[in-house]
């Protein structure tokens, strides 16, 4: 199985399975200098990690992080890590398999699921959690997301729930203190969406059903002029960063969809000089991005991810040998998978900013 690896001079490859000792990632082309602590990359994995509500999967694993190689110690710090130059190795263990869980759709096809595309390509799959394309690997992206938002000075990227299922936030309510409330298990923004996202997901859960959701992620210090015209756009890559999360199934940029259905008056983003004597938008309907290359205004992007399959309704489905069969999937699951999908969507897009500018610093040689 080939395409482990996203980014070009930011490039991360991530290995290991669902249910199998361990995952880990190798971090190739992140510059020498650049300083970060263990502590800094616990944090962004704490935030995605199972068991941390009942609105979750409770699955239970630590998702503590290893260093393997490149970096050194500080000398006059010894928390902090600088990274030498050369390939950063990450490693979480797995410590809470239940595989047996997974034995009774050895040979089923789950609806919602890849399994039947997967066997379909390869001929064989890990039924155990998923394998290899279980969001268990996400972590990993999440570590390197630590990494990569230190790359570019400045760079802020935070992520915030905007709606679960048909329940959506009040964006007049937008505060980013909210998310990170101790009480607030969502990532939204919206305080009085709270209590309502409760109240659903729990109802969720007893019809032994699932949800979506929409998450934004808002990028802000982004310097202007990093992508490109043509095949290299910024927002191409963070889409298609995003689109490889799983249970992604749509992605927009600024205004996105919405956009159609507004006029050319409305949608451009008009321009001023601002007091410092740079350009500033009155709008930012494109999202911080014009032509493929970033604007220096915020870059926001959105994505929708689907319910989750794994459900413990049954549901109509095939197995192996071609049989019509029923499916309950039993386990550990999330009743809206996209709560999780916050940081990750975070880290995606943190790791194309870097990347995109690595690849700016290296053909203009400006930064």
């Known amino acids: 199985m080939s395409h482990n690896t996203f980014g070009h001079l930011f490039r991360v490859t991530t290995w290991g399975e669902s249910h199998g000792p361990a995952i880990g990632c190798t971090i190739d082309g992140c510059p020498p200098g650049i300083r970060f602590t263990l502590r800094e990359l616990q944090d962004e994995l704490d935030r995605r990690k199972p068991g941390s509500s009942r609105f979750v999967t409770q699955r239970r694993e630590p998702d503590e992080v290893s260093v393997l190689s490149g970096v050194l110690a500080d000398e006059t710090d010894s928390d902090v890590m600088i990274a030498t130059g050369t ?128 998450i934004e992620v808002v990028a802000e210090n982004v ?73 220096g205004a915020p870059i926001v992007a959105r994505f929708a991810v689907k319910p989750t399959s794994s459900i413990l309704t049954p549901r109509r489905s095939i197995d192996r040998d071609g049989q019509e069969i029923e499916v309950v999937t039993k386990g550990r699951h999330d009743p809206c998978v996209g709560i999780r999908a916050v940081p990750i969507g975070e880290a995606m897009v943190a790791c194309a900013i870097a990347d995109h500018f690595l690849r700016h610093r290296g053909q203009t040689g400006r930064i």
């Open 87 to 214: 390939p950063i190795a990450l490693q979480i263990q797995n410590v809470d398999q239940r595989s047996k869980d997974y034995g009774d759709i050895a040979r089923q096809y789950r609806p919602g699921h890849a399994d039947y595309a997967y066997d379909v390509k390869y001929g064989l799959r890990d039924f155990r959690g998923g394998g290899r394309s279980s969001a268990r690997e996400t972590a990993m992206r999440v570590a390197a997301g630590a990494i990569a938002r230190k790359i570019v000075p400045g760079l802020r990227v935070r992520g915030a729930i905007v709606q679960i299922g048909d329940k959506a936030i009040d964006r007049a309510n937008w505060d980013w203190a909210v998310v990170e409330r101790s009480d607030n298990p969502f990532f939204t923004p919206d305080a009085a969406s709270i209590p309502v996202f409760e109240t659903y997901l729990d109802q969720i859960r007893m019809d032994h059903d699932s949800v979506g959701a929409i």
């Open 223 to 295: 310097p202007a002029g990093l992508g490109a015209p043509l095949y290299a756009k910024i927002d191409s890559d963070i889409a298609a960063g995003l689109m490889s999360i799983n249970a992604v199934k749509g992605v927009e940029i600024g205004d996105g969809f919405a956009s159609a259905a507004l006029r050319g008056t409305q949608n451009a983003d008009e321009m001023r000089i601002g007091t410092d004597g740079r350009p500033v938008f009155e709008a930012n309907h494109a999202g911080g991005v014009l032509g493929g290359i970033s604007t």
